[in-house]
């Protein structure tokens, strides 16, 4: 573990210029990632998702991005010219988008995109490429990867499916990886496999990763460290573990609102928002 | 108010035939709330599909408040009978504004004073009046889903059927809907069967519940047992140590149940 982060990210801003005016989706978020699983929580509309984009330089015009600084491993991600980004975009940091359904090419077969993934950012051959594939679908469980790798994407489960877009995006080897909701269209058991595959990927390889999620429960049981977003800010960080004793009222409003299993209480906490929590 | 015995549910034909539901049976007595719960393809919303009489190929027999149903309903079933989709993005027409969404079941069931049954669902649901003219764009997702048991209430049914009813939405406004259904439920003495892949909604809404997978109800139980973790089946248990986080040790261990 080196100690010098992956990435620092300072008072980035986020804005999009509509016709009522200005809106801004993200207002001066800093943090910085380190060998580690830095997991994002908020609701929809925080900025969870955009702040993720946005180191990918991926957020959609007429977006405009700001920042203090925005660098990943000494190199500033905001001023790099595109054909230089390209090196790091899928290449050192790559990104497992929400849903399988809309992030794979439906008319491409899963090995061939598996193995274009590899082609592009190595000076690999066909067979060579194929060889990773096979054994990258492997490492993500997959029982046939032979079979599967014939196949088209409507012919593999939902489940199936983030596993296959999982091994894509590891199989560059990747040093930072951004997962925006990555398991949230699975099944629970599902998605504790797919969570354990990249756990176990992020240990062994010492990657760093980004978990962009809206479920407190599943951050703070994988993830080492949280920031909580609410409007835009970041309105607590706090240890994985120290989830429970969260100090701002957004936080424990968002877990008191939590059904839990054990539950007997007749009505469930409701969530009052304070615009001071727009401010501070 | 609502038995289903030996319920069988089939698409396709032939070689390509699927048997979602494979002979499922249950009982929910009136004012009760029920939860069916399982994972994707378990055949959990089939079951309620074909109760509400939107799948037509079943056999077996569902009867609702003591009537034996057919393959197709009564339009008086649905005076008794209502469901709740999960996505309120998707089940209310973008085109047609509240008030037109509301009055439409009003319309078809011939009933009398429209104005003031949408008045009074409104502010049932907790949305007031001033929301009756909007269109389902000027609303947020909790509004929408609002809309859509409002529309489920408007003909003052007896049993509500809720299929993933939260599962579109963020946990603050999630609370907000199920402390809504609850009054609901309280106030107008309904019965509940509701639908869902997440064990700690149902164990805050429901009496009882069963647990299904590929097809069949794995283990019936109260929710008392769920409370304690007590489950007597290896794939409610799974299920049950799925639910409470991640843990390394335990995704290792999972395994398929056939």
């Known amino acids: 573990m080196s100690d010098k982060p992956l990435l620092e990210v300072e008072n980035l801003r986020i804005s999009f210029p509509t016709r009522t005016g200005v809106t801004q989706a993200v207002r001066g978020v800093s943090f910085t990632v380190g060998r580690e699983k830095l997991g994002i929580v908020g609701e929809s509309g925080s900025g969870k998702s955009m702040t993720g984009r946005a180191i990918l330089r991926l957020v959609p015009p007429p977006g405009i991005v700001t920042a203090d600084r925005l660098s990943f491993q000494g190199e500033d991600l905001l001023t790099l010219p595109e054909k230089r980004l390209r090196g790091i975009r899928g290449r050192r940091i790559s990104m497992v988008m929400q849903d399988p359904k809309f992030s794979l090419n439906p008319v491409m077969t899963i090995g061939a995109q598996i193995a274009e993934a590899y082609r592009v950012h190595s000076s690999a051959g066909t067979a060579e ?12 469980r997959i029982r046939n990867p032979e079979r599967v790798y014939g196949l088209y994407p409507h012919e593999v489960s939902g ?23 990555p398991t949230s269209a699975l099944d629970v058991t599902v998605q504790m496999q797919v969570l354990a595959i990249m756990d176990e990927l992020c240990s062994r390889r010492g990657m760093g990763m980004i978990f962009v999620s809206h479920d407190l429960n599943l951050v703070a049981s994988f993830c080492d460290r949280i920031l909580i977003m609410y409007a835009g800010r970041v309105v607590e960080t706090c240890r994985a573990s120290e989830l429970h004793a969260a100090k701002h009222p957004y936080t424990r409003g968002l877990l008191d609102s939590l059904p839990r299993l054990d539950d007997t209480r007749d009505e469930l906490p409701v969530l009052t928002r304070d615009p001071s929590w727009l401010e501070s | 108010m609502i038995d289903v015995t030996d319920l069988r549910v089939t698409f396709g034909q032939g070689a390509d035939a699927v048997a979602a539901v494979q002979g499922v049976s249950f009982a929910v007595r009136a004012g009760e709330s029920f939860g069916l719960v399982g994972e994707s393809g378990s055949g959990k919303s ?32 649905f005076k008794s009978c209502q469901m709740v989709f999960q996505d309120p993005y998707g089940s209310l027409h973008p085109r047609h504004t509240i008030d037109r969404i509301l009055a439409e079941p009003i319309a078809i069931h011939g009933l009398r004073d429209a104005d003031a049954r949408i008045d009074r669902v409104l502010r049932d649901v907790g949305l007031g009046p001033q929301f009756r003219f909007r269109y389902p764009h000027q609303l947020s ?20 059927l809720l299929d993933e009813p939260t599962s579109a939405l ?12 609850k009054r609901l439920r309280a106030e107008h003495a309904l019965t509940y069967v509701l639908v869902s892949h997440n064990l700690a909604v149902v164990a805050t809404m429901c ?6 997978n590929r097809g069949r109800i794995v283990e019936e139980m109260d929710v008392e047992a769920l409370r304690r973790g007590a489950a007597r089946e ?3 248990r799974q299920l049950l140590r799925a639910s409470q986080g991640y843990d390394r040790a335990a995704a290792d261990s999972f395994k398929d149940f056939a």
């Open chain 2, 170 to 181: 963020d946990v603050s406004v999630q609370a907000e809907i199920l402390n809504l259904l």
């Open chain 1, 159 to 181: 489940g199936m499916g983030q596993r296959i877009m999982i091994a894509m995006m590891l199989i560059p080897n990747p040093d930072l990886l951004i997962a925006d909701e």
């Open chain 2, 207 to 212: 009496d009882r519940l069963a647990v299904m």
């Open chain 1, 129 to 140: 490429a194929k060889r990773r594939a096979l054994e990258m679908l492997e490492a993500v």
């Open chain 2, 234 to 236: 290896d794939y409610t």
């Open chain 2, 46 to 77: 089939t079951v309620l599909r074909a109760v509400v009489g939107l799948n037509h190929d079943w056999t077996g027999s569902i009867a609702v408040d003591g009537a034996a149903q057919g393959r197709r309903r009564e339009k008086g079933f």
């Open chain 2, 141 to 160: 997702g909790g509004q929408r889903q609002r809309v859509a048991i409002a529309r489920a209430l408007v003909l003052e049914p007896r049993v509500l």
